[in-house]
């Protein structure tokens, strides 16, 4: 097994003006869907992120706000998986709820260190 | 390496809408009324965070402290961006760090959900725009679904939304429950609104039934925060109270598979909740105690009859009838009239109900009035006079707007029709 990288994008729905209750549902159905990763032996580890951020370039000599203007591209997060190739890693986060929202998953091979 | 993600569940249901009333009650207790929308803002983005960030680290051990703190630290964000609040931040980040630490004012919290009821209630703004302000505010629904919730435009329901927020600002309306002489005054206009806001829910329209549950839910919560401050422990409250717990234990026998309705005659009572009916029967003792009768109070000793008999022939009309001759002193309305004529023809016979109804039942308001004409038929048919049944049962049907209500006539007709050929 390898590790892939999954990294959301949009999908927080703060266009769709939401309703308290919405909100939770979302929440429990990214709970469930973690969940039955952890239970199948795939979930590694995964944290979500602040929107926001500042960019850094050439040392510190230009400091930015970022490329952050469109909810659309922003990561929210990212998840490690366990996953025999890159299909069964992409097929692992078709059930993701971020799909609801509009949102997208990348997913990407990490790079292992005994190549 | 992080934990394997915890059990979702593990918050309670409908925690975020609940907490949405309880944390904007809350703040703009705290940060003023003109702060309103601004409070929403934070709160809605404390939520989002929350269903962010739950879902990866799992629930926090006070998931309502944590929503208050990141919504109050959003309104403090917000505030220093206007500028014009420096003087006020140094006092008001000693607060923030005070419940940072541990969170332990579930009474403060109610009492301020209280406070704003009885402003969202405030007599300055009209009955439309309370009902929509406590839905909005207290009840934590969107504007879709209070749009569902009462049949109206999702765009009508945001404008009539700002329009409240507007009055409650320029009324200059703060946050507390009155005391004194103006204390029952004010309770009963709550209460008005609770009412209202449960009969909404309880109509039977069609349209998502379930939508229309939480609205019903909505008006036992509020009016069970309203006793937990015990100077406003009144007989009202307990009778509003004893009512709506009567009439929510039969949501699920009114409308069959087919979402047809069901009327009480023909309702399976086996599909009654015990369990409301007999938190009813606790709020009326509690209310009888007071020795003072009202109009909720008899209209949940009406509600408390029928969920006592066990078929509908058994249903001691005799009381019934008694109930609505005192409310009918107290309160002369044409849907008290029509109902007493109903329980007057159970007591009396059809002949003599028609006659009660004729008699007594042509004014303007009535003749307008569908159910009029329903319960005209109704005892003509039990008289076998079919014809003239069929002929009052289409003129109810011509006045009458409510899908489900005029199908359940129509279904009536066709049996009548069928009787005379």
Redesign the interface.
Known sequence: MKEYMYLFRGGDGRELNQSPEQMQAHMQAWGVWMQALGKSGNFVTGLPLQSGGKVVENHGEVITDGPFAEGKELVGGYLIVKANDLDHAADLSKQCPIFERGGTVEVREIMPMDI | ??A??????A?VD????H??GRVVSHLTGKFGVPNLTLVEDAVQEA??K????????GIPDNPAGWITRVAHNHVIDALRRKKNFEKKSAELEQGESSYAMDWDMDEEIKDDELKMMFACCHPAINAELQIILTLKILG??????VARQLLKKEDTIAKAYTRGKKKLIDEGITLEVPFGKYLSQRLSRVLRILYLLFNEGYSVTAGDQLIKVSLCEEAIRLGSLILECKRLVKPDVHALLALMYFQSSRFGARLDRNGRMVSLEHQDRMLWDHSLIELGKEHLELAAAFGHINDYFIQASIARVHCDASTYEGTNWRQILMMYDIQLQLNSNPVIFLNRVIAYGKVHGAEAALRELRLNGSNKTLEKYPLRYAVEAELLAEKEDYATAIEKIEQAISLNANELEVAFMKFKKSGWIELIS
């Open positions: 390496m992080s394997i993600p915890q059990e979702p569940q918050i409908q925690f975020f809408r907490q949405w939520l989002t929350a269903m962010q960030s739950w879902a990866f680290k934590g629904f969107s504007n879709a679904e």
